[in-house]
């Protein structure tokens, strides 16, 4: 099986002092690095690079060995390639997006465009340095949607009360996002967000009130949770 994965760059992109094979000390951004490292780590794939975007297309295994350790997701993988990444620049400034597997190079075009999807969507949608095409799927079926108007609609209809309530002194968007994104656990909630759970219990109360309807019911969370992900992938034009 094979995957495809892109590597996105942006303009400031930082740079560091490194030594070169020859012992020279020269100037390399955290994409070159990357590249790098990505040599290193995964000897037998093959990586494409045009100005700031890279696509690597990655065997899963070859005949000498898995391309990834045993146990070890493309997830697990590519956050302990960030992490060594972040040791070597003050910020990252790089943006990876991976495709679906597919069974035989023949069907590459499949995960190159799964790839694709993911770098643009998750871009806007996800607050990471990584997209997987299986976790923005539901966000570009919305995308390719015949009318976006009506997305829009139903967006309003369900959060309108909370985007346009001059009362509400907080960012209750992500609140409510993150209370669902862990299935309306406090403690959860307060460590993602980096806040008391007194102050997440009181914002999602408001939040409540706000909204007039049970958060504990089924068929409304769900709801909330596509008017949300509609939110996100349509951020500035609700």
Do not use: W
């Not at 990357?34 to 065997?59: G, T």
């Not at 295994?61 to 956050?79: C, D, H, L, N, V």
């Amino acid at each position: 099986r094979y995957l495809v994965f892109l590597i996105r760059a942006f303009s400031n992109s930082s740079k560091v002092t490194a030594l070169s094979d020859g012992h020279k000390e020269v100037e390399l951004s955290e994409f070159d690095i990357m590249l790098h490292l990505i040599h290193q780590r995964l000897p037998d794939a093959f990586v494409h690079r045009e100005s700031a975007i890279a696509a690597v297309i990655l065997p899963e295994s070859s005949a000498t060995k898995p391309a990834f350790s045993q146990g070890e997701t493309p997830r697990i993988f590519f956050e302990k390639l960030l992490a060594d990444l972040s040791e070597r620049v003050r910020q990252l400034n790089l943006h990876i997006a991976i495709g679906g597997p597919v069974e035989d190079i023949h069907h590459l075009s499949q995960s190159y465009d799964q790839a694709a999807i993911a770098l643009k969507i998750g871009q806007t949608v996800h607050h990471s340095n990584i997209s997987f095409y299986s976790s923005v799927q539901i966000y570009d079926i919305f995308a390719k949607h015949p009318d976006p108007e009506e997305l829009k609609s139903f967006c309003r209809s369900m959060l309108s009360p909370l985007i346009d309530n001059p009362h509400i002194r907080f960012d209750a968007i992500t609140t409510l996002e993150t209370y669902l994104g862990v299935n309306g656990s406090l403690e959860r909630s307060a460590s993602t967000l980096y806040m008391h759970v007194s102050t997440v219990k009181y914002r999602i109360n408001r939040i409540k009130e706000t909204l007039g309807l049970d958060l504990e019911d089924a068929e409304y969370r769900l709801r909330l949770n596509i008017a949300l992900m509609i939110y996100r992938l349509l951020l500035h034009d609700i």
